[in-house]
């Protein structure tokens, strides 16, 4: 995938683990480096392809979260992963970033649902039923999901547009 000049790309970050991504702006490039400038820091950096994606796509997030449910958050000026602590009555969530001691309180417009880039297409990440869990032998619980395709309206992917199109499209 090339990024045009101006897109907006999320950046994965070679010094924090576990994995996080930062916003930043196409400044130039090609199909192997880009001059990325990010939205939190100053300056222009030099990144290789293999480090961007497309930012994911903002579905109206009709998921509720519960305690245990793993998430992303907008967290220091990068999307890491966590884990909901708890939820609270004001549609706030206690939220624990992997690899930090810390929690922070956060509501719901900074977490999003974890996705990952495949084959020109987002892939959510998501949760299996407890049911599926044990017909699947020890597995994590976590599975991709199918491939979220296009609403129609708009041509971003949605929750809904994929809900619909689960149900069409059933394995």
């Known amino acids: 995938m090339k990024f045009q000049k101006g897109s907006k790309?999320?950046?994965?970050?070679?010094?924090e683990l576990p994995t996080s991504w930062c916003?930043?702006?196409?400044?130039?490039?090609?199909?192997h480096t880009y001059n990325l400038r990010y939205d939190c820091y100053l300056g222009v950096e030099k990144v290789s392809r293999e480090f961007?994606?497309?930012?994911?796509?903002?579905?109206?997030?009709?998921?509720?979260?519960?305690?245990?449910?793993?998430v992303e958050v907008f967290d220091d000026n990068s999307w890491k992963t966590a884990t909901v602590?708890?939820?609270?009555?004001?549609?706030?969530?206690?939220?624990?970033?992997?690899?930090f001691n810390h929690e922070r309180n956060v509501p719901k417009s900074e977490i999003r649902t974890r996705q990952s880039w495949q084959h020109g297409h987002w892939v959510p990440i998501v949760k299996v039923d407890a049911f599926d869990k044990k017909s699947l032998n020890g597995y994590d619980g976590y599975s991709f999901a199918r491939i979220l395709e296009p609403d129609n309206d708009n041509d971003e992917c949605s929750v809904g547009s994929f809900r619909e199109w689960s149900s069409r499209n059933s394995y």
Not at 9 to 15: F, I
Not at 52 to 70: F, M, V
Request: hydrophobic share 30%; proline share 10%.
């Open 52 to 70: 961007i994606r497309p930012c994911p796509p903002r579905p109206n997030d009709l998921q509720s979260w519960i305690a245990g449910d793993i």
């Open 9 to 15: 790309v999320e950046v994965m970050s070679k010094t």
């Open 85 to 99: 602590c708890k939820v609270t009555n004001e549609g706030h969530f206690s939220v624990r970033p992997h690899g």
């Open 23 to 31: 916003v930043a702006e196409v400044v130039s490039g090609n199909r």
